[in-house]
């Protein structure tokens, strides 16, 4: 908090949360959302204290426990309160439902699996009548689409009617810049979205809304082919309400346009090039983004044509420049706008190097190694430019000293190391290599760092090789060997370096030419063997070359070399040996170490391999005869450099020049041009007139000023083309790649917190270890629950498969939606639509006959085989609807596999497949409603109830303003909402049109729960139909049994025994004759109906628990003999035990 | 996403700090630190974003800020939000300080830190914008106020909190907190917005 740490106070925090008082609840919770993370380990023990908040009747409550929970939900909060958070999405109040829309997003990204399950809803809210509901579902839709842009395309129509019916600028802005995300996917989107935006632009007057439209028209013609002629009015708007908000003297503004321009600019480059004068003016604006956004601008504006005159713009600015930051990246930009694309613009290479040269008159600038890099691969690549680029590199090395100056703070020396290269390496091109090698030998050049002076080390040889070699061959013995002393007087210098590189290097080059030297009196011609150390070409080479080299088939490169030495060989032995020989690998640079013959050998070898190597690329026929005659230079075009340019005085701005020179020749090629075409207009008249005379240059027009080849860099054969920009793996929006177009199945669902709770809050023994419990926690799932969590997970499925048919329909009607537009696109469709309109046809007479399926026995299971192979008779001859029934049969053939676990998790090991179950009692019934209903006992509250009841409309009328009441006994109260009456209902939260079942949950409170309680009850309602609206009453009787009041709980077999031994029980047992089901069915009933767990099972007998909510223990053993079955009963209250046995004994009767 | 929002003064001491992911402590601070370096370097009259790709970790994130008399309101977002419109949203936050404090200063969003925080939580809950009306944020943050004083507020402290707060493990407590300006020159009461 502040910046200090107080995770030390974690605890206290949780202590302050759970206070009763609003107060401190609402410190507690931003203490706790400044300093909870995920590592917070005390962070488990809020759950249940944030889903009471939750589920608080205060608002404010549940309001600060939202917020709270948005700044450290947990993937593990986050699954067991997702759904008490969907709950509260369709909370009455709208300042809890923005807030429970606006959580649901952290939950997504936490826990990915509950996206598909609370999708509809979300849905819904998008149409929720409160605009700041709305805004908030606008705002995680658009968050979730941002990332996974495909799985929403089918909202489009809903999002394109919110756009034009919505006035809040919030919620536009962020459905247009969704609909910026979607357009790339769906062309034909982009062209509906068009003329409303267009609308949009001209209407609204607020700038942020105008600058997402423009935005969002530049992504929509960026995926439209860009060859539609009538777009081309939408990109001149655009440009002209950009040029509006460069023009205004808000900086945000014009900031703003800058960077919509650069985006218009990657697809249509010809319009934005029209305001270069704009852009160039805002060079100068004395803010700093500003400049580096006009920049980025310049960019890709450049062409063949303009290119000189931005960067000589650009280096003026370099001059003004005050800072070293801007000046940098200025610097940065010249380098890139130059070399972009392969040095695609560059017309006069002459020119570039002048510029890098005039570069290297910066001062303090970090990206000396930049114009280094420029350097070096203008030079190598660009072979027509080597004689020029030698010339002016010596001249760098004769003017070293003031490059520099101040070695410490300077990065430019660095450019050194290339002028160094340069020179040695393109030796052949220098005219005065005698002066280049003095200058290389200068007492100064000790002072550089040490990489520089091993690179001058190196090259000086290759200088003095080709010196060597002139020398020779003109006959000048005596200038040979006065060479030769000079190096021998100035190298020692080097030998002495401190840094080990250069002193290996100059101590090798020493004796070597000591060698010539002794040679050299003996009047032995050396130079065709010094010369030869420096035979052959060097390539450029990719710099991703060595990544794609492929892995040659066979090679492992995983498998070990050598089998690794067993862990009982003595440490000391064995690492050694293996890394040692790879460490001593001799790199490039320990050349010299090697002896001269063996070198000479080893080249030899090389150049046999490479010309027997039919996949090395020879640059030229023979590359080591150049060094002999020279014999390239005639082939490359050299050009004529005019002698206005001062090529030798430093210090003077030399590109300038150029410009004025590419001027002139673009000129004259233009005259000379004009007379063609001119000649030809004469023979064409009357044919193309105007449109010659309309053709202005254009880029294709100028021809460079030599014909440059530029050699691509080397790959290595067959490497694959791929890119290895992947994305990151770890992305944590990559989980949210979820298709929310598919229906629910009915494994999907959010984790009810029921079961979670019951194992753990009320665990039957304190002393039971704590721990195992909680890891055996997930693995132990009673069936029980599960089943009745099933139940409502089907009926919530039901109501589901209605929105999942509508949206299937959607699906369908996007397309319809967009093919509205003109012309039909023939681009991909989002879903594959004979599957879609199959589906749909299919879907209505599967769904209601498995609805009634479902009605009439509430329980799939086995049944599921059954009536897929039921339904597969009756619909064999439609293929379509066969193929999906198979679907479903094996949806359903998954689900009885499930229950077969679970069985055995239960400690039922029989595969014999149980019968239905429902938990749902029938409630009451007339010829409008039948209710059915289930009573569940509540964790939080030791004496509350939840009362879960199922209004089914068996009429053909709608129903509406349903209110539920009941007479609340003395024990037995229904729970109000604050401020009603106790004779007041209960208003049902929803309305039924005809054939349609839903879920209202009630809650009693309750005193003693040792006792069978019924309430009688009255739901009154509204009969609407054609004729008129009735109002209507149907009475029912709630029976709360004991076995309602039951939580079933696990419970080990220690425990148990502990339990029983503890001796304050009190016991009772029952004995029902006549029971023909098998045991494992009578247990699962038991199990089912009255809450009951199985602690163990041995052959005929075994021993159940179960709890009730007000924690008292209830132990049964259930022993079945020949016909009968006796249970004896354990439990702390003796009442409760007999009526819950007396209940027993009626459920087993029936059996 | 707004992933982060910090309030500083003139001299860089943090007024208010809410981040929206986690980061260390050590994190937060250097994000404070360079923000505010690269905050005040920019007068008054260039514009309001930033690029701050090195601070979060990504090419995405724009730092979008507005000064206010002594102090610097700095709001971290991605891509997703636009930039005018975090602008207003700033602005409507300030007015709705200076609604709720009456004359905002400084020194009040130093000895009401909290309340500083609950209006925020009415305006951006968990990096995402819940409210931009005005009106509709200072109603929920006086409603709430309101239900506080009805509690008897702060001074209702039942005694075992009190005596937790004094129980609390001092070793651990980082002793030498650092006021920095406990002392600070009352900065100039004009409202700032």
Known sequence: ?1151 | MISAILVFNNHGKPRLVRFYQRLAEEVQQQIIRETFHLVLKRDDHICNFLECSSLFGGPDYKLIYRHYATLYFVFCVDSSESELGILDLIQVFVETLDKCFENVCELDLIFHMDKVHYILQEVVIGGMVLETNMNEIVAQAEAQSKLEKTEGGLSAAPSRAVSAVKNINLPEIPRNINIGDINIKVPNRSQFV
């Open chain 1, 1 to 1151: 908090m502040l910046g200090y740490d107080i995770s030390w106070a974690a605890f206290n925090i949780i202590e302050v949360m759970s206070a009763s008082k609003f107060t401190f609840k609402r410190i507690g919770y931003l203490a706790a959302s400044q300093c909870f993370h995920e590592g917070t380990d005390v962070i488990m023990l809020t759950t249940n204290q944030i889903r009471k908040d939750l589920s608080s009747p205060n608002q404010y409550d549940t309001g600060v426990a939202l917020t709270g929970l948005s700044c450290f939900v947990t993937p593990d909060l986050a699954r067991d309160l997702a759904n008490d958070i969907m709950t509260l999405m369709s909370h009455t109040k709208p300042y809890i439902r923005k807030k429970a829309v606006l959580i649901m997003y952290k939950v997504f990204l936490k826990y990915p699996e509950s996206l598909r399950p609370a999708f509809p809803r979300l849905k819904e809210k998008l149409e929720d009548p409160d605009p700041g509901v709305q805004s908030a579902a606008v705002n995680v839709i658009c968050e979730l689409a941002r990332r996974n842009p495909k799985n929403y395309l089918s909202l489009a129509p809903l999002f394109f009617k919110l756009m034009t019916s919505s006035t809040n600028n919030w919620v536009l802005i962020k459905i247009i810049k969704l609909f910026g995300a979607l357009t790339p996917l769906e062309p034909r989107l982009g062209k509906k979205l068009i003329e409303p935006l267009t609308n949009l632009i001209h209407s609204t007057s607020a700038m942020s809304l105008l600058y997402e439209c423009v935005n969002t028209v530049i992504a929509v013609l960026i995926s439209l082919s860009s060859g539609m002629p009538n777009h081309s009015a939408s990109i001149q708007l655009c440009v002209q309400k950009l040029r509006i908000l460069i023009e205004d003297s808000d900086q945000n503004l014009k900031y703003l346009g800058l960077l919509a321009m650069s985006k218009i600019l990657k697809t249509h480059p010809k319009s934005v090039q029209s305001h270069k004068d704009l852009i160039l003016q805002c060079l100068d604006d004395k803010d700093e983004s500003i400049r580096l956004r006009a920049l980025d601008l310049l960019y890709g504006m450049v062409s063949k044509k303009n290119l000189m005159e931005i960067v000589k713009k650009l280096m003026i600015h370099v001059d003004k420049a005050e800072g070293t930051t801007y000046r940098d990246e200025l610097l940065t930009k010249i380098i890139d706008i130059c070399s972009q694309s392969n040095y695609q613009y560059i017309t006069n290479f002459e020119w570039y190097i002048s510029i890098l040269v005039e570069l290297t008159r910066l001062e303090g600038t970090r990206h000396g190694h930049l114009i280094a890099a420029q350097m070096l691969d203008v030079a190598i690549r660009v072979k027509a430019i080597r004689k020029f680029a030698v010339s002016q590199m010596a001249m760098l090395l004769d003017n070293a000293h003031l490059i520099a100056s101040n070695t410490q703070r300077n990065g430019i020396c660095e450019v050194l190391y290339a002028a160094a290269w340069i020179c040695g390496e393109f030796s052949e091109h220098l005219e005065e290599a005698n002066q280049t090698l003095e200058a290389m030998l200068r007492p100064k050049v000790t002072t550089l760092p040490g990489h520089i002076q091993a690179v001058y080390v190196q090259n000086m040889v290759k200088l003095y090789a080709s010196i060597l070699q002139q020398k020779e061959q003109s006959g000048e013995k005596e200038a040979a060997q006065e060479i030769t002393q000079l190096m021998i007087e100035r190298l020692p210098q080097f030998v002495q370096s401190a840094d080990l590189e250069v002193q290996e290097r100059a101590s090798c080059i020493l004796q070597l030419i000591k060698y010539i030297q002794k040679l050299q009196i003996k009047e032995v011609p050396v130079a065709e063997e010094v010369i030869a150390l420096f035979a052959g070409e060097l390539n450029p080479v990719a710099p991703k070359a060595q990544k794609k080299v492929p892995v040659p088939e066979g090679l492992d490169l995983d498998a070990w070399i050598n089998e690794p030495p067993s862990d009982s060989e003595s440490e000391d032995e064995k690492p050694k040996t293996i890394f040692h020989d790879e460490e001593q690998r001799p790199s490039r640079h320990k050349q010299p170490e090697i002896d001269e013959e063996e070198l000479a050998r080893r080249r030899e070898a090389r150049k046999q391999e490479q010309a027997n190597n039919p996949f090395y690329i020879k640059s030229s026929p023979s590359p080591q005869k150049r060094y002999q005659d020279t014999p390239g230079v005639e082939h490359i075009p050299v050009v004529q450099i005019d002698l206005s340019v001062p090529l030798k005085v430093p210090g003077m701005p030399m590109s300038d020049q150029y410009v004025k020179l590419e001027e002139e020749r673009r000129h004259k090629q233009k005259l000379e041009k004009d007379k063609k075409k001119k000649k030809q207009k004469k023979e064409k008249r009357g044919k193309h007139h105007r449109h010659n005379s309309l053709h202005t240059e254009s880029e294709e027009d100028i021809a460079p000023a030599h014909h440059v080849d530029i050699i691509t860099e080397e790959m290595p054969e067959n490497a694959l083309p791929s890119d290895e920009d992947d994305k990151d793996p770890n992305d944590p929006y990559k989980a949210l790649d979820i298709d929310l177009d598919k229906p629910l199945a009915d494994s999907e669902k959010l984790p009810v917190q029921r079961h979670r709770n019951a194992e753990n809050l009320k665990s039957p023994d304190s002393e039971a270890p704590l721990a195992e419990k909680k890891s055996k926690k997930p693995k132990k799932k009673e069936k029980k629950h599960k089943e009745k969590e099933r139940d409502k997970g089907k009926k919530k499925e039901k109501e589901k498969k209605v929105v999942e048919e509508e949206e299937e329909k959607k699906g369908e009607d996007l397309d319809f939606w967009l093919s509205t537009a003109p012309p039909p696109a023939s681009t991909s469709q989002p879903q594959s639509e004979p599957e879609v309109s199959a589906a749909v046809v299919a879907e209505p007479e599967g769904v209601k006959k498995e609805e009634r399926e479902e009605r009439e026995e509430e329980e799939e299971e086995d049944e599921g085989k059954k009536s897929s192979k039921h339904k597969k008779k009756k619909h064999k001859k439609e293929k379509e609807e066969k193929s999906k029934d198979k679907k479903k049969s094996k949806k359903k053939h998954h689900h009885s596999e499930e229950e077969a676990t679970e069985s055995v998790q239960n400690g039922t090991l029989d595969d014999e497949p149980l019968p239905p179950m429902s938990s749902y009692r029938l409630l009451a019934e007339n010829p409008y409603i039948k209710m059915t209903y289930d009573i569940q006992g509540n964790l939080q509250n030791d004496s509350q109830v939840t009362v879960s009841v199922i209004f089914e409309n068996k009429s053909t009328s709608f129903l509406k303003s349903m209110e539920l009441n009941v007479l609340d006994s003395l024990n037995t109260k229904m729970l109000r909402p604050e401020g009603s009456s106790v004779h007041d209902g209960i208003p049902v939260p929803f309305q039924l049109p005809p054939g349609i079942s839903n879920e209202a949950q009630f809650v009693f409170t309750l005193q003693s729960i040792v006792m069978a309680q019924k309430l009688k009850g009255t739901l009154s309602f509204i009969v609407k139909n054609d004729e008129g609206s009735t109002h209507e009453k149907l009475d029912f009787k709630l029976h709360f049994s004991c076995a309602s009041y039951l939580i079933t709980t696990p419970c080990y077999s220690d425990a148990f025994a502990k339990l029983l031994e503890s001796g304050d029980l009190h016991m009772s047992s029952i004995k029902v004759d006549g029971i023909s089901i098998s045991f494992q069915h009578l247990l699962a009933k038991i199990c089912f109906h009255h809450h009951f767990s199985v602690v163990e099972r041995v052959d005929s007998c075994a021993s159940m628990y179960s709890r009730s909510i007000q924690g008292h223990h209830v132990c049964l053993l259930v022993k079945k003999g020949e016909n009968s079955v006796s249970v004896d009963g354990k439990c702390s209250d003796s009442t409760l035990l007999s009526n819950l046995l007396d209940e027993m004994k009626e459920t087993l009767s029936m059996c």
